[in-house]
């Protein structure tokens, strides 16, 4: 069953930049840390960035830091992430991760399948 529905993936030219979205009508963001999770061709999922949403704090994997920005709205049940100076190599599908708090203190990149709640993910294709 899917929980969440991400959404804003597109194909670009290197240099531009994307925002995706990450939603759910199923249940309350609030009670889960986020995660954004790349699966680039050919390989495993990977962590790029998460917040815990008790305390805001965010974290990134070193190959978006200072590129790529996550934000949560909570009126809207949503969390985003802004994709800036989009790359060849941030090419893949995009997923959505839910971390449920009751278990977990704050977020986490890796591993992956320790978030329990995840969407069909949004296609991102960075070319030239």
């Known amino acids: 069953q899917v929980a969440l529905v991400e959404s804003g993936g597109d194909s670009v030219q290197p240099g531009k930049s994307l925002k995706l979205s990450c939603t759910t009508n199923q249940f309350t963001l609030d009670g889960y840390h986020l995660g954004w999770f790349l699966q680039a061709p050919g390989r495993a999922r990977e962590g790029i960035a998460c917040?815990?949403?008790?305390?805001?704090?965010?974290h990134y994997d070193d190959s978006v830091m200072g590129r790529f920005a996550l934000s949560k709205d909570n009126t809207k049940n949503t969390v985003y992430l802004v994709m800036n100076d989009l790359k060849p190599d941030d090419t893949g599908r995009y997923y959505c991760g839910a971390l449920p708090r009751r278990h977990f203190s704050d977020c986490k990149l890796n591993p992956w399948n320790d978030y329990d709640r995840w969407g069909q993910g949004t296609l991102v294709t960075v070319s030239s």
């Open positions: 917040i815990n949403t008790l305390n805001g704090a965010t």
